[in-house]
């Protein structure tokens, strides 16, 4: 008597742990030697911009049409056609910076090179650099019997001028000294000091506007008409304005009310030691 086959399935037991790594294989052959990203280019004569000149680049290997290179000797190209060893490179025609055409390239380096930038803006323009005199006797409106008794310089529309100037006096003076002064185009100001060896000195006058011009009887603003007696050094500046022209003066006068009657004697100067 045949007994009954069995139905149904076990359940699937747990996975088993990884097995341990195998041996290591043996290396694969080397790759193929690479190139380098540059070479040399045989010389050429330079094209006219946007032409195409025939090179020999025996390592070109990394050139690729549309690629912009740069030759040492030449400037900037981009690649046309061509593979190795033969290349047409269009000049890129750069100024300033490509040779001009006709120009013998010399055998050189031809490296990979990036496309010219566009141009900047313009920057703000500069500072006018500072205008210097030389140290000289730059006469005013008047002269005394043997010499100038005004020492000037031009003040030209809205222009700053620093200045010195430096006198010392001969002739006769009033009672006590000179008569010294500083005059300056109408529209135009002043600050400035004085010092020297004579009697209350080291005034400091500012912002004088439209004083009167020294022509013959001292009127303009001054110092120490009275106690002038030796060397003075006036320093300061002035200040210009739109439409402002004529000159500033350091001058002497006899007095308050009468003309020079003395002058300005050897190795005084003006000096006008910066303007803008």
Do not use: D, K
């Amino acid at each position: 008597m045949s007994g009954f086959l069995g139905v149904g399935g076990g359940v699937t037991g747990a996975q088993g742990p990884q097995g341990s790594p195998g041996v290591t294989g043996t290396m694969g052959p080397a790759g193929a030697t690479g190139f380098n990203a540059y070479g040399t280019v045989s010389q050429f004569t330079q094209p006219t911009g946007g032409a195409n000149a025939a090179v020999l680049v025996p390592a070109g290997g990394w050139m690729q049409v549309g690629q912009v290179v740069f030759v040492a000797s030449g400037g900037h190209y981009s690649v046309s056609s061509g593979s190795v060893p033969t290349f047409y490179i269009q000049n890129l025609g750069i100024s300033g910076i490509n040779l001009p055409p006709g120009q013998t390239i010399a055998t050189g380096a031809i490296t990979p090179g990036g496309a010219v930038g566009s141009t900047g803006v313009t920057g703000p323009a500069g500072f006018s650099g500072a205008n210097r005199l030389t140290s000289q006797f730059l006469l005013g409106f008047s002269t005394g019997p043997t010499g100038p008794s005004a020492l000037s310089f031009p003040v030209v529309g809205n222009n700053n001028y620093v200045f010195e100037t430096y006198m010392t006096f001969a002739g006769q003076g009033c009672s006590g000294g000179y008569a010294v002064g500083i005059s300056v185009p109408s529209g135009a100001l002043i600050t400035a000091q004085i010092n020297g060896v004579s009697t209350a000195t080291n005034f400091q006058y500012a912002a004088i506007s439209n004083p009167s011009q020294f022509s013959g009887v001292a009127t303009a603003p001054r110092w120490n008409y009275t106690g002038a007696t030796g060397p003075m050094l006036i320093s300061g500046m002035v200040l210009g304005a739109p439409g402002v022209t004529g000159v500033a003066q350091a001058m002497i006068a006899a007095s308050a009310a009468s003309g020079p009657t003395g002058f300005i004697s050897t190795g005084s100067y003006v000096l006008v030691l910066f303007s803008n």
